[in-house]
């Protein structure tokens, strides 16, 4: 069976969701692989959510906001990025690779770019392969919550 | 009340931890009254087998130091854990991974060539020689620990009851954990005997409303000793680190580099200080973010620098699973 | 040092409801399956499936189970939260569950609208419901707020836009601060002489209104006066306003005039244009309002060299005061019009057309001034020799549509320019040559292309072409003592030199000056023109991104004075239509800072774009302001020790919803 990726698409309400959202009156097909969770503005979107997708078994992570200049708060999207590439940088380090994590700007408008990216990335994460948090751990991890309950 | 029984040990850490005890000075006759050592490898001549004939719980308290990166410390960890009625995860290896925890930002074998092969010190004859964990000799069978692919923080292999982070955990809050055990006015479980808060509400420095225009290492620039240093463009990991150590290395006009951990709220400090940094690093265009990924040289050592164990992602990732 | 897990709380009783849409959803997604996995997640007591949900009777089975089943969470996977959330949260108010403790999971636009795949829709349409069911246990009851809204409204700029704004305001019953940095109200509309395309004295029609202004029991007028700071937010704004010392009192002054006859000074009116004069002490025209003159200290021999003082002489009513200082005043307000108009695009940054460089080349404004009854040269168009010029070149669009200065359409320049083309047919000779130099001819409003009928009918001579220079370097012998304008006729694609003595640059409007520093303070945005940004460009062309802050007039953008007047009169309706409610609701899903966790970092405090973040120096924390507070979540991002919470998107329920969708 050939693998399909999970990937969470952290989407701003007021531009790349309801442009996600456009996709979908449109009736535009993508790859059923991204998963969306909304927030107000992509600068809601803290590191610490895309680390924990990670953890949590995600093989990549999009995250969406307004174009440059059109944030609904103004400049929101300028923290997201600031945010992402430093993020990216650490993940770098972390062997994370650079295909797994984007920051992508999506207008209301832009159901087919949606489209376009999700499908893109899909494929991208795809060729990457499974994300797997890391080697398993030597020490028991599992036994702790065992000898915690006991 | 008979005197209590207690054991130290020292894990993966430099050792620090082990003096930091003796850094209560005249106080240690206080934990000497109260307390009869019933392991302390660095100090005296105790047997692991000694502990190990010990009736279980038998131990009142046991302060663990260092983190978890080989077959011997894990054994001990449970070993001690079976023993002790209050474990203490005691200085940051134990409480967060520590320093030794960045070895999860490499893998074994990388470390092991390193040491064995790359170091300048080495001199060999070609056939680069490595700690084997079996070796027979003619009197019988030899074995050294085994070296695990990664480092975790002591919560990750037995439960802990107390952290008192820091590196080294300070006197003072050696000499509160030692009273609050002494007298048996324990904290709920799982409880950190540090602050609650972050350095910055201890920290002396004037802080303002934060912006950065550039980011200095600490070699780079001599900093103020009034203003924020963060504020300065030194990455102060102040205000994602648990306060506690009574901002000793701010005072010596050094950044705070994280020892304490995250606060409680804090899931993952190096995500919160990438998210702090970020934010309030002035300019908008891809030149400015450029700018300040060329400034932050390595953010995983910074963020991460007692924390990686205890992050989410825990080590590097190694290989491309799947493939 | 703990994650998500383990929430040690007493356990939900969620109600999950999956709706068919029609065939829109159950087309591609398997609904009962969906239903049937929801029954199997934590805290679910009853999962349903339905045709429509939005129906009447969906939303009746929602309410009924929340009575019946004492449902304390509510999750319906449907459509898009921007379409129903509000739909499905009135239901569950109705049925006395906290609209905040509802979610939504978007199986349709996310889901079955984007995929054919019957099997991976329903298996994303299961992690959709996974992820609000685990997401929907963490949230928690948020109420709504109402505060109180001022009613007083501040409007800032007294041209025509603001006084529109302000006589709005204040007719409907509310007290209105006008906030004038000039002497004297009027603005640019003021110093124009007639108005296109009816040709009306502009003076004629503004005057009556800044009289009103001044007479109007509800608007209390500053000039010579202006805004320093701005705090607070929608309804409750407290703004500092300076009050330039004038050095003459005004409640002892009558207007009379006789300081300016006396005084000896003279300097270039700012009014005229620097065309004319006007005294030290001096009102900027005659029918200044208020009618109050302003001592210019700068120019005063008395301030300059200590001596002189004959103003004080000869004022009656000892309205003389030279040691009058800048006074502050804190003003309550609800709503703010901010009318600050626009700046004349200096053509001098344009060296090719020689505007301060070659005599008889002159500004838009200049030549306004120039036609003016009351100008400096008493209504007649004369050249720098005292002559009436035989010829006349107009240049459009000095300054617009020009990638060098501004990419946009002044909109107004077309217009004026004729207008100017039938001003010089009209006070020098009908036998007097006008030439428009045009890039396009813009007569988009009503009348306006008959008047350019009509100007065509009076002889002007139209050239299609956005000249190359204007020089006074003669080729021929026709040339010599001309300016010679130089341009390509696009029209027939040839070049032509044509000699005038009179060349007018219809200079572009642009932003004032201080733009940035008004949007700063006023916490407003910018669009990449530089002028105020609106809310919404065809849909909110009169709010700004701020809550309670209005514009009107060219500081939004380019526009002539109907559009201005129009725009004025919207943004006063907004404004009492604010006033007239009494109170405001003030978002519920705000951000907030747990002052118990708050270590006074400050990395928080400047990244709010609505300023509504304060740090309170005594306590040493941070403080949100609940009423001012958008709820964007980026400080709660930011904050490093976690001490901010951003409610309904708080750090618990987004990490329970990515773990529930990643099951």
């Given at each position: 069976m050939s693998f399909e990726p999970r990937i969470i698409g952290i989407l701003c309400n007021w531009c790349s969701y309801t442009g996600a959202d456009l996709a979908g009156t449109s009736r535009m097909k993508y790859a059923p692989n991204v998963r969306i969770v909304r927030v107000?503005?992509?600068?809601?979107?803290?590191p610490t959510f895309v680390l924990k997708a990670f953890q949590q078994g995600a093989d990549g992570v999009l995250i969406g906001g307004c174009h440059p200049g059109d944030c609904h708060y103004s400049t929101g999207n300028y923290k997201t990025a600031r945010r992402i590439p430093l993020l990216k940088k650490m993940l770098d380090q972390l062997?994370?690779?650079?295909?797994r994590v984007r920051l992508e700007w999506v207008s209301a408008s832009e159901g087919d770019r949606f489209q376009a990216l999700a499908n893109e990335m899909t494929e991208q994460v795809r060729a990457l392969g499974p994300f797997r948090p890391?080697?398993?751990?030597?020490?028991?991890?599992?036994e702790v919550a065992a000898l915690a309950a006991g | 009340m008979g005197k209590q029984k207690w054991a130290l040990y020292w894990a993966a850490s430099c050792g620090g931890c082990e003096i930091a005890v003796l850094d209560v000075n005249e106080k240690i006759l206080d934990i000497a009254a109260a307390a009869d050592i019933v392991l302390w490898p660095c100090a005296m001549d105790f047997k692991y087998d000694d502990v190990r004939a010990m009736a279980d719980r038998?131990?009142?308290v046991c302060l663990f130091n260092g983190a978890i990166r080989s077959s011997e410390q894990e054994e001990i960890a449970r070993l001690l854990r079976a023993k002790s009625r209050v474990m203490v995860a005691f200085g940051s290896c134990a409480c967060t991974?520590?320093?030794?925890?960045?070895?999860?930002?490499?893998t074994k074998d990388e470390i092991l060539d390193r040491v064995y092969?790359?170091?300048?010190?080495v001199v060999g004859n070609g056939h680069p020689v490595f700690p084997q964990p079996h070796t027979r000799v003619a009197e019988g069978d030899l074995e050294l620990p085994v070296l695990y692919e990664e480092v975790s923080k002591l919560s990750q292999v037995i439960p802990v009851d107390y952290y008192l982070p820091g590196?080294?955990?300070t006197p003072d809050l050696i000499m509160t954990a030692v009273n609050a055990i002494a007298t048996g006015q324990?904290?709920?479980?799982?409880?950190?005997?540090?602050?609650?808060?972050?350095?910055c509400d201890v920290c002396p420095r004037v802080k303002q409303e934060k912006k950065i225009t550039r980011i200095y290492r600490p070699h780079q620039i001599i900093p103020?000793?009034?203003?924020?240093l963060l504020e300065q463009g030194l990455i102060c990991c102040g205000p994602a680190t648990r306060e506690g150590c009574g901002a000793q290395c701010i005072q010596a006009n050094m950044p705070c580099r994280?020892?304490?951990?995250?606060?409680?709220?804090?899931?993952?400090q190096g995500a919160k200080l990438v998210s702090a940094v970020a934010s309030i690093?002035?300019?908008?265009?891809p030149e400015s973010v450029a700018a300040m990924l060329e400034e932050i040289v390595d953010p995983a050592g910074t963020?991460?620098?007692?924390?990686m164990a205890d992050s989410l992602l825990k080590r590097k990732r190694v290989g491309t699973a799947g493939k | 040092m703990e994650d998500n897990n383990g929430k040690g709380k007493t356990r939900e009783r969620i109600g999950v409801y999956v709706c068919h849409c029609g065939s829109n959803i159950a087309g591609v997604v398997d609904c009962p399956a969906v239903a049937e996995y929801a029954?199997?997640?934590?805290?679910?007591?009853l999962a349903r499936d339905y045709?429509?949900?939005?129906s009447d009777p969906g939303q009746t089975l929602i309410k009924d189970d929340i009575k019946?089943?004492?449902?304390t969470r509510v999750v319906v996977a449907s459509c898009s939260p921007r379409m129903h959330e509000p739909t499905f949260r009135r239901a569950c108010e109705q049925a006395?569950?906290?609209?905040?403790l509802f979610e939504m999971a978007n199986?349709?636009?996310?889901c079955s609208w984007v995929t054919d795949d019957k099997a991976k829709a329903t298996e994303k349409a299961k992690a959709l419901v996974s992820a609000a069911v685990r997401r929907v246990v963490w949230q928690q009851p948020l109420q709504t707020r109402e505060v109180p809204v001022t009613p007083a409204a501040m409007v800032i700029g007294g041209g025509v836009a603001g006084i529109q704004a302000a006589l709005e305001i204040a007719d409907a019953g509310f007290k209105v601060y006008m906030v004038e940095?000039?002497?004297?109200?009027?603005?640019?509309m003021a110093q124009l002489d007639k108005t296109f395309?009816?040709?009306?004295c502009s003076a004629c029609i503004l005057t009556p209104k800044m009289v009103s202004v001044s007479q109007h029991p509800n608007i209390e007028l500053l000039a010579y006066s202006e805004v320093v700071d701005v705090q607070g937010y929608v309804g409750n704004f407290k703004v500092k306003v300076k009050k330039k010392?004038?050095?003459?009192d005004e409640e002892k002054c009558?207007?009379?005039g006789i300081c300016e006859e006396k005084c000896p000074g003279r300097v270039p009116s700012e009014f005229e244009e620097g065309l004319g004069k006007r005294k030290?002490?001096?009102?900027?025209?005659?029918?200044?309002?208020?009618n109050i003159p302003v001592l210019d200290r700068d120019n005063c021999l008395y301030f300059q060299?200590?001596?002189?003082?004959v103003c004080e002489r000869f004022c009656d009513s000892n309205?003389?005061?030279?040691e009058q200082e800048d006074r502050f005043v804190d003003l309550d307000v609800g709503a703010i019009v901010l009318a600050t108009g626009y700046d004349l695009f200096d053509?001098?940054?344009?060296?090719?057309?020689?505007?301060?460089?070659?005599?008889?080349?002159?500004?838009a404004l200049e030549f306004e001034r120039m036609c003016n009854a009351s100008g400096p040269t008493a209504g007649r168009i004369l050249m720098a020799n005292g002559k009436e010029p035989k010829s006349v070149a107009i240049i459009h669009c000095v300054g617009s549509r020009d990638t060098n200065y501004h990419?946009?359409?002044?909109?107004?320049c077309c217009m004026y320019s004729m207008k100017f083309a039938h001003l010089v047919k009209d006070r020098v000779g009908h036998d007097t040559k006008v030439f428009e130099f045009y890039t396009d001819l813009r007569a988009?409003?009503?009348g306006y292309e008959e008047f350019y009928n009509r100007v065509q009918e009076e002889g002007v001579t139209f050239v299609r072409g956005r000249p190359a220079e204007v020089t006074?370097?003669?080729?021929?012998?026709?040339?010599?003592?001309k300016l010679i304008v130089q341009a390509e006729n696009t029209l027939v694609s040839r070049q032509v030199r044509i000699p005038v003595d009179m060349v007018v640059l219809s200079g572009g409007l642009e932003p004032r000056s201080d733009t940035a520093e008004v949007a700063r303070m006023f916490n407003i945005s910018r669009s990449q023109d530089g002028f105020f940004l609106e809310r919404?460009?065809?849909?909110?062309?009169?709010?700004?991104?701020?809550?309670?802050v209005f514009v009107a007039g060219c500081c939004q953008g380019p526009k002539d004075i109907p559009d201005t007047v129009a725009q004025a009169a919207a943004a006063a309706v907004r404004a009492v239509g604010l006033m007239n409610k009494g109170k405001i609701q003030v978002e519920a899903a705000t951000s907030m800072v747990q002052a118990e966790l708050?270590?006074?970092?400050?990395?928080?405090?400047?990244?709010?774009p609505y300023s509504a973040i304060t740090f309170d120096e005594e306590k040493k924390v941070s403080v949100i302001n609940d009423a001012v507070c958008?709820?964007?979540?980026v400080v709660a991002a930011a904050c490093p020790s976690d001490a901010i919470v951003s409610r309904h998107f708080t750090d618990a329920q987004i990490l329970a919803e990515i773990e529930g969708v990643l099951v």
């Amino acid at each position: 069976m050939s693998f399909e990726p999970r990937i969470i698409g952290i989407l701003c309400n007021w531009c790349s969701y309801t442009g996600a959202d456009l996709a979908g009156t449109s009736r535009m097909k993508y790859a059923p692989n991204v998963r969306i969770v909304r927030v107000m503005c992509s600068g809601r979107v803290d590191p610490t959510f895309v680390l924990k997708a990670f953890q949590q078994g995600a093989d990549g992570v999009l995250i969406g906001g307004c174009h440059p200049g059109d944030c609904h708060y103004s400049t929101g999207n300028y923290k997201t990025a600031r945010r992402i590439p430093l993020l990216k940088k650490m993940l770098d380090q972390l062997g994370i690779e650079d295909g797994r994590v984007r920051l992508e700007w999506v207008s209301a408008s832009e159901g087919d770019r949606f489209q376009a990216l999700a499908n893109e990335m899909t494929e991208q994460v795809r060729a990457l392969g499974p994300f797997r948090p890391a080697a398993p751990s030597k020490p028991a991890a599992m036994e702790v919550a065992a000898l915690a309950a006991g | 009340m008979g005197k209590q029984k207690w054991a130290l040990y020292w894990a993966a850490s430099c050792g620090g931890c082990e003096i930091a005890v003796l850094d209560v000075n005249e106080k240690i006759l206080d934990i000497a009254a109260a307390a009869d050592i019933v392991l302390w490898p660095c100090a005296m001549d105790f047997k692991y087998d000694d502990v190990r004939a010990m009736a279980d719980r038998s131990i009142d308290v046991c302060l663990f130091n260092g983190a978890i990166r080989s077959s011997e410390q894990e054994e001990i960890a449970r070993l001690l854990r079976a023993k002790s009625r209050v474990m203490v995860a005691f200085g940051s290896c134990a409480c967060t991974g520590g320093i030794p925890g960045l070895a999860n930002l490499t893998t074994k074998d990388e470390i092991l060539d390193r040491v064995y092969i790359e170091a300048q010190s080495v001199v060999g004859n070609g056939h680069p020689v490595f700690p084997q964990p079996h070796t027979r000799v003619a009197e019988g069978d030899l074995e050294l620990p085994v070296l695990y692919e990664e480092v975790s923080k002591l919560s990750q292999v037995i439960p802990v009851d107390y952290y008192l982070p820091g590196c080294p955990p300070t006197p003072d809050l050696i000499m509160t954990a030692v009273n609050a055990i002494a007298t048996g006015q324990l904290p709920p479980p799982g409880a950190v005997i540090a602050g609650e808060k972050t350095l910055c509400d201890v920290c002396p420095r004037v802080k303002q409303e934060k912006k950065i225009t550039r980011i200095y290492r600490p070699h780079q620039i001599i900093p103020e000793p009034q203003k924020c240093l963060l504020e300065q463009g030194l990455i102060c990991c102040g205000p994602a680190t648990r306060e506690g150590c009574g901002a000793q290395c701010i005072q010596a006009n050094m950044p705070c580099r994280g020892c304490f951990g995250p606060p409680a709220g804090v899931i993952d400090q190096g995500a919160k200080l990438v998210s702090a940094v970020a934010s309030i690093y002035e300019g908008d265009t891809p030149e400015s973010v450029a700018a300040m990924l060329e400034e932050i040289v390595d953010p995983a050592g910074t963020f991460y620098r007692y924390g990686m164990a205890d992050s989410l992602l825990k080590r590097k990732r190694v290989g491309t699973a799947g493939k | 040092m703990e994650d998500n897990n383990g929430k040690g709380k007493t356990r939900e009783r969620i109600g999950v409801y999956v709706c068919h849409c029609g065939s829109n959803i159950a087309g591609v997604v398997d609904c009962p399956a969906v239903a049937e996995y929801a029954r199997s997640l934590p805290d679910v007591v009853l999962a349903r499936d339905y045709k429509y949900m939005c129906s009447d009777p969906g939303q009746t089975l929602i309410k009924d189970d929340i009575k019946e089943h004492g449902l304390t969470r509510v999750v319906v996977a449907s459509c898009s939260p921007r379409m129903h959330e509000p739909t499905f949260r009135r239901a569950c108010e109705q049925a006395g569950l906290n609209a905040y403790l509802f979610e939504m999971a978007n199986i349709r636009e996310h889901c079955s609208w984007v995929t054919d795949d019957k099997a991976k829709a329903t298996e994303k349409a299961k992690a959709l419901v996974s992820a609000a069911v685990r997401r929907v246990v963490w949230q928690q009851p948020l109420q709504t707020r109402e505060v109180p809204v001022t009613p007083a409204a501040m409007v800032i700029g007294g041209g025509v836009a603001g006084i529109q704004a302000a006589l709005e305001i204040a007719d409907a019953g509310f007290k209105v601060y006008m906030v004038e940095r000039d002497p004297s109200i009027g603005g640019h509309m003021a110093q124009l002489d007639k108005t296109f395309p009816t040709l009306d004295c502009s003076a004629c029609i503004l005057t009556p209104k800044m009289v009103s202004v001044s007479q109007h029991p509800n608007i209390e007028l500053l000039a010579y006066s202006e805004v320093v700071d701005v705090q607070g937010y929608v309804g409750n704004f407290k703004v500092k306003v300076k009050k330039k010392a004038r050095y003459v009192d005004e409640e002892k002054c009558r207007g009379c005039g006789i300081c300016e006859e006396k005084c000896p000074g003279r300097v270039p009116s700012e009014f005229e244009e620097g065309l004319g004069k006007r005294k030290a002490i001096y009102r900027p025209f005659p029918q200044a309002v208020p009618n109050i003159p302003v001592l210019d200290r700068d120019n005063c021999l008395y301030f300059q060299r200590g001596r002189c003082r004959v103003c004080e002489r000869f004022c009656d009513s000892n309205a003389i005061d030279y040691e009058q200082e800048d006074r502050f005043v804190d003003l309550d307000v609800g709503a703010i019009v901010l009318a600050t108009g626009y700046d004349l695009f200096d053509a001098s940054a344009d060296m090719r057309y020689g505007y301060r460089r070659l005599d008889n080349v002159i500004s838009a404004l200049e030549f306004e001034r120039m036609c003016n009854a009351s100008g400096p040269t008493a209504g007649r168009i004369l050249m720098a020799n005292g002559k009436e010029p035989k010829s006349v070149a107009i240049i459009h669009c000095v300054g617009s549509r020009d990638t060098n200065y501004h990419q946009y359409c002044s909109r107004v320049c077309c217009m004026y320019s004729m207008k100017f083309a039938h001003l010089v047919k009209d006070r020098v000779g009908h036998d007097t040559k006008v030439f428009e130099f045009y890039t396009d001819l813009r007569a988009f409003g009503k009348g306006y292309e008959e008047f350019y009928n009509r100007v065509q009918e009076e002889g002007v001579t139209f050239v299609r072409g956005r000249p190359a220079e204007v020089t006074d370097v003669p080729e021929t012998i026709d040339e010599v003592g001309k300016l010679i304008v130089q341009a390509e006729n696009t029209l027939v694609s040839r070049q032509v030199r044509i000699p005038v003595d009179m060349v007018v640059l219809s200079g572009g409007l642009e932003p004032r000056s201080d733009t940035a520093e008004v949007a700063r303070m006023f916490n407003i945005s910018r669009s990449q023109d530089g002028f105020f940004l609106e809310r919404h460009p065809k849909l909110d062309p009169v709010a700004s991104m701020t809550d309670g802050v209005f514009v009107a007039g060219c500081c939004q953008g380019p526009k002539d004075i109907p559009d201005t007047v129009a725009q004025a009169a919207a943004a006063a309706v907004r404004a009492v239509g604010l006033m007239n409610k009494g109170k405001i609701q003030v978002e519920a899903a705000t951000s907030m800072v747990q002052a118990e966790l708050c270590s006074g970092c400050r990395v928080c405090n400047k990244l709010c774009p609505y300023s509504a973040i304060t740090f309170d120096e005594e306590k040493k924390v941070s403080v949100i302001n609940d009423a001012v507070c958008k709820g964007c979540g980026v400080v709660a991002a930011a904050c490093p020790s976690d001490a901010i919470v951003s409610r309904h998107f708080t750090d618990a329920q987004i990490l329970a919803e990515i773990e529930g969708v990643l099951v």
